[in-house]
């Protein structure tokens, strides 16, 4: 019976991570690049909830998902795309680990949750401005969007963290995988 649980358990973890990735590719296409980089909220959300429901490297697994689409829909740029989704994927398991980001008697502490995401959003933010701006010139230097995008990207991040947050405490808390 334990091999029919892993198998169970197993499909359900690349079921959620696959819709988790498949939301984050609609969320990322429907809205024009650069655009789509200051309203990062429900990928924000959707990567934490990755950590959160699937444990060990679950937003890399739904961040690798979401990448591999997006780079599908956007070819000229797809090793970058592809790049910067798996950077944030590990950024967020990465805070989450550092951070202690646990779910303790079904919950998990907002404050922590928010922290990981914040900085995980403006780690990713900064690395993928400082090489597709600065370094290759692939968008024009526009100062008034790039603070946009800077500013409204790290809240977005801090928001999503919390969105992930109250979700989780307040619906997920007996979720099992």
Do not use: C
């Given at each position: 019976m334990?091999?029919g649980?892993?198998l169970?358990?197993r499909?359900?973890?690349?079921a959620?991570?696959?819709f ?7 969320t990322?296409?429907a809205?024009p690049s650069?655009?789509d980089k200051m309203?990062?909220?429900?990928q924000a959300?959707?990567?934490?909830l990755?950590?959160?429901?699937l ?10 998902i979401?990448?591999i689409l997006?780079a ?11 790049f910067?989704a798996?950077l944030y994927?590990?950024f967020v398991?990465?805070f989450?680990f550092?951070?202690k980001?646990?779910?303790v ?5 907002t ?5 990981a ?11 993928s401005?400082?090489v597709?701006?600065l ?5 024009q230097?526009?100062l008034p ?11 977005n991040?801090?928001?999503g963290?919390?969105?992930a947050a109250?979700?989780?405490n307040?619906?997920?808390?007996n979720a099992k995988?």
């Amino acid at each position: 019976m334990e091999n029919g649980e892993n198998l169970g358990q197993r499909t359900r973890r690349v079921a959620f991570a696959t819709f988790f990735g498949a939301v984050i590719f609609v969320t990322k296409t429907a809205v024009p690049s650069p655009i789509d980089k200051m309203f990062i909220v429900v990928q924000a959300v959707l990567l934490a909830l990755g950590a959160l429901l699937l444990r060990k490297m679950g937003a890399t697994y739904v961040a690798v998902i979401g990448g591999i689409l997006t780079a599908l829909w956007r070819t000229a740029l797809a090793p970058f795309t592809f790049f910067f989704a798996l950077l944030y994927g590990l950024f967020v398991d990465g805070f989450f680990f550092l951070f202690k980001v646990d779910i303790v008697d079904g919950k998990v502490k907002t404050g922590r949750l928010v922290t990981a995401m914040t900085l995980s959003t403006a780690l990713i933010g900064l690395l993928s401005f400082y090489v597709m701006v600065l370094l290759m010139g692939v968008i024009q230097r526009n100062l008034p969007l790039e603070v946009g995008i800077l500013v409204m990207g790290n809240l977005n991040g801090a928001i999503g963290g919390y969105f992930a947050a109250i979700i989780w405490n307040k619906h997920l808390k007996n979720a099992k995988l």
